[in-house]
């Protein structure tokens, strides 16, 4: 695996979000709004009361302030002996610490300051801001993004997203509501068996955050023209067909669109991004060692280094550029990269989920889309499939055993909430960060192994072109998403967003 910056380089996990409502705090300690031993404390400044359809929970979570939310006794109760701070009041940042100066109204404060954000967007987004800062959120509240197929996994991806703020958030399915929907997908009820699965979802997604523009798209992704994907700045598609995929990944190059796809199968699941050619800088203090401008890997070049004086220490700003290959090239025909295949113990580590999860791809594409069936022949076909790609990625015959491929082929078809929250959240997390533009993003493939709760990051691309050359490798002709004008053709800017993308 290639080193990440100021990161281990065997593992690219991401904190799964947090996905528990508020409960009240039943520690004896805590009597009459006081801790026993300590002084109470007051709020430090008045803060901003939200209306009910606005109130953010404080962990980050998705909550539902109906009249009726099974919730807001509890809540009512936990939050009035005055221990707790309210998720529903929004506690206004000190404007000197974002170095900001806020006066009059929000879009006088959005003026002053000329950052695009008005003073309640800086008092809803106070722990983002000192996260990432204003730049990145900006960034962030300019996405136009969109999610294909809303299932358990896409709930989580559009639950962070829309918590972020992101501008707009586009839901494409053309599925109905059926009963299996209900049991790991948190946006659908028993009332909304036999509506669209897309139409059903936005509402709940949409009051999450009243200020993202939330949309339901219910025909099918096949019947979009290639220049329907140019519309946005991210895609992301989930829990589709490798085919399909392929189709996606293609059209998202032609308009030079940044790519996301993942898939769960029970306790296993990948994520697969194609940024095509992705800039970002990372910040940190300057070493006595000089940065030098140039290939770091076969997929990093340092493009640009600055330097700057802060608070009595030189800062150092490093730039950096990641190169990209398509779907179909990474998830049939890339091997592991050479620092994988000059260590046995690497390989060992390896997880044998890979080798399963490419025989899944190879058995759908040969099948007409359909998973493996409980018979003779298919799971005859699928163990040579795994076998053979094992052998293929170079790793040793031992680390894939039978007990594996049969807990991999008993959990195809299932979706198991824990799961879709961790590789959800870490999606999600990766789209923020690519906005940002300030941290090394996912390079460029994810897989989940649930036996191992380990979320591995492994570089997988074919020998040849990266980034941009590979658009001509991947200009598919047999694409059934419609005619391709090369003026709709949309250019990336030297930061790697791309240039006239909005809705």
């Known amino acids: 695996?290639?080193?990440?910056?100021?990161?281990?380089?065997?593992?690219?996990?991401?904190?799964?979000?947090?996905?528990?409502?508020?409960?009240?705090?039943t520690n004896p300690q805590v009597q009459d709004g006081k801790i026993t031993g300590q002084e109470s404390q007051q709020l430090p400044s008045q803060g901003i009361s939200l209306p009910p359809e606005q109130a953010m929970p404080g962990n980050g979570i998705s909550v539902f302030?109906?009249?009726?939310?099974?919730?807001?006794?509890?809540?009512?109760?936990?939050?009035?002996?005055?221990?707790?701070?309210?998720?529903?009041?929004?506690?206004p940042p000190n404007p000197q610490m974002l170095g900001l100066s806020i006066s009059g109204t929000g879009q006088e404060a959005s003026a002053a300051n000329g950052n695009g954000l008005s003073a309640d967007d800086i008092a809803l987004y106070d722990r983002q801001l000192r996260l990432w800062g204003m730049e990145a959120q900006q960034k962030i509240q300019s996405a136009n993004?969109?999610?294909?197929?809303?299932?358990?996994?896409?709930?989580e991806i559009a639950k962070n997203l829309v918590l972020a703020g992101i501008g707009s958030l586009t839901i494409v399915d053309d599925q109905i509501v059926t009963e299996a929907d209900l049991g790991a997908q948190f946006f659908l009820t028993e009332e909304d068996i036999g509506k669209s699965r897309a139409e059903a979802a936005v509402s709940r997604v949409q009051k999450l955050n009243p200020r993202v523009k939330v949309i339901a798209d219910s025909g099918s992704i096949m019947t979009k023209g290639a220049s329907f994907f140019g519309n946005f700045d991210i895609v992301i598609a989930t829990d589709l067909s490798p085919t399909l995929l392929a189709f996606i990944n293609t059209a998202t190059r032609l308009h030079n669109r940044q790519f996301y796809a993942s898939g769960t199968y029970g306790f296993y699941g990948y994520i697969f991004c194609d940024l095509i050619e992705h800039d970002y800088v990372v910040q940190r203090d300057k070493s006595n060692v000089p940065t030098a401008i140039g290939p770091e890997t076969r997929t990093r070049s340092v493009i640009k280094v600055e330097t700057q004086k802060e608070g009595g220490k030189t800062i150092e700003k490093v730039q950096k550029r990641e190169l990209y290959s398509t779907w179909d090239l990474a998830s049939e025909t890339s091997l592991l990269p050479p620092e994988y295949i000059k260590s046995k113990r690497r390989l060992k580590a390896v997880s044998p989920a890979l080798s399963c999860l490419r025989a899944l791809w190879a058995f759908q594409q040969t099948h007409n889309d359909n998973f493996p069936g409980n018979n003779k022949e298919d799971l005859g076909t699928f163990t040579r499939s795994a076998t053979h790609n094992h052998q293929i990625l170079s790793?040793?015959?031992?680390?894939?055993?039978?007990?594996?491929?049969?807990?991999?082929?008993?959990?195809?078809?299932?979706?198991?909430?824990p799961v879709t929250a961790i590789l959800g959240g870490q999606l999600a997390q990766d789209v923020i960060n690519v906005r940002g533009q300030r941290q090394q993003p996912i390079q460029n493939m994810v897989v989940f192994d649930g036996d191992k709760m380990e979320a591995e990051m492994y570089p997988l691309h074919p020998e040849g072109n990266l980034g941009r050359a590979q658009l001509e490798l991947s200009a598919n002709p047999m694409l059934p998403l419609g005619q391709v004008d090369p003026s709709q053709m949309l250019p990336m800017d030297q930061t790697g967003m791309m240039i006239g993308g909005g809705m």
Request: net charge negative.
């Open 65 to 91: 302030p109906h009249a009726d939310d099974p919730f807001a006794a509890l809540q009512q109760t936990a939050y009035s002996n005055g221990a707790f701070a309210n998720p529903g009041v929004i506690i």
């Open 395 to 417: 790793l040793p015959a031992e680390t894939l055993k039978s007990e594996f491929l049969r807990s991999f082929l008993q959990n195809i078809g299932s979706e198991i909430a």
């Open 145 to 155: 993004i969109v999610i294909i197929t809303m299932k358990a996994l896409a709930n």
């Open 1 to 25: 695996m290639e080193t990440q910056d100021q990161q281990p380089p065997t593992s690219n996990q991401q904190p799964a979000p947090q996905s528990e409502a508020p409960v009240a705090n």
